[in-house]
Structures are given as C-alpha cells and as structure tokens.
C-alpha cells in the first residue's frame, strides 16, 4: 500500500505553497540604500525627510519572511515612489530581479509570467472591467493569483483599513493578510 509519503515524493503536480523569502542585506546597508534610491528618484522632494514607517520597510528588505508588502497612507508620503524605485533599485542591486508595477486602474487580466511578484500601485483606483458581458475585477484576481500561485504581493493604497473592508470581499481580504502592512503618515511631501 502506498504511503502519504510516497505520494509527497512522486507526486510533482502536488507541489506544497512556498512564497519566496528574501534576505537583501543588514539594515544597515538596506537604509543607505533606501535613503540613496528615494533621494535619487523623487527629485521633487527638496529635502528628504525619513518617516518612522520607512523603517519597517526596510525590516522588510531585511527579511521579508516570505510575506508581500503593502503601503497604506495618505498621498503624497512616498509610497509611489518606494514601490516603483526604490525597492526596484534594491531588489535589482541585491538579487539582479527586475520588479515592475503596474498601476491599480490600468491593471487587466494578470499576466501569468514566471516572475516572482506581483506588484499593484495605487490600490482603489481600479474599475470593474466587462469583458463581453463578464464582470472581471483585476485587481481581486491578480490578488487571488498572487495566492494561489505563491507570489510576492507589493501594493500600494490611499485607502484606510476601513475603506478597503468597504471596498473588498471577505476573500480578497483575507489575501491581503499575507503582506505585511505598513501604514505611512506625515505631511505631504508635495508642495
């Protein structure tokens, strides 16, 4: 008789979930480089001014422990800005993996890449899309891939706890327990 343990052996399309967990460095060297990347790439800011929460995002970096990233807050704190370059600049300098976003109300059908992460900007600002009659909410169902096929999660919204259980079904919150949530306050950087 064949044993459970037989089956974990020999049974390749019964792959257990596994998210990626990366380790980019001492904390240390991830805030250098965080500081460097955010000076770098938002030149409107005039003088950069590091927020409490921005240290959680470099734990982050740290170690990710296998868990997504989600940035919450008013506009105007950087979260733009971190999750399209600076963890970009990052990642690429430390593991020489590409991350690109894509915005929450440009977002189709999830692109079903082998690329280790999916990455929203701007959560809140998507549509409904109707394809042919088919009501297709994208950014629930790039959540939900993100799920079921163990990628890394990265968003960013301007939304509030309260406003996302508004907006969002019981399931695609419960996604989103998978990320750890950064909520970013202060004063706008824009002038």
């Known amino acids: 008789m064949r044993t459970i343990e037989d089956t974990f052996k020999n049974a390749d399309f019964l792959q257990p979930k596994v998210y990626n967990r990366y380790r980019l460095g001492v904390r240390e060297e991830i805030k250098e480089m965080f500081i460097k990347s955010f000076e770098y790439y938002d ?3 005039e003088k950069y001014e590091h927020l409490p929460a921005y240290d959680e995002i470099i734990d982050w970096m740290v170690d990710t422990k296998g868990r997504g990233l989600m940035l919450m807050g008013e506009c105007g704190l950087g979260k733009s800005t971190i999750l399209n370059f600076v963890i970009p600049a990052i990642f690429r300098t430390r593991t020489n993996k590409i991350l690109r976003s894509v915005p929450a109300k440009e977002l189709g059908v999830v692109d079903r890449n ?6 929203i900007d701007d959560l809140g600002t998507e549509s409904i ?11 629930a169902d790039a959540i939900s891939y993100a799920e079921d096929s163990s990628k890394t999660l990265l968003i960013t919204t301007n939304l509030t706890p309260k406003a996302l259980k508004e907006r969002y079904d019981e399931r695609t919150l419960d996604r989103l ?3 750890k949530v950064v909520i970013i306050k202060g004063k706008s950087f824009r002038n």
Not at 114 to 119: G, H, L, N, Q, V
Not at 129 to 139: E, P, Q
């Open 43 to 45: 030149r409107t800011v």
């Open 114 to 119: 082998k690329a280790p992460f999916i990455i």
């Open 129 to 139: 899309k109707n394809d042919y009659g088919t009501k297709i909410d994208a950014v």
């Open 177 to 179: 327990r998978k990320c």
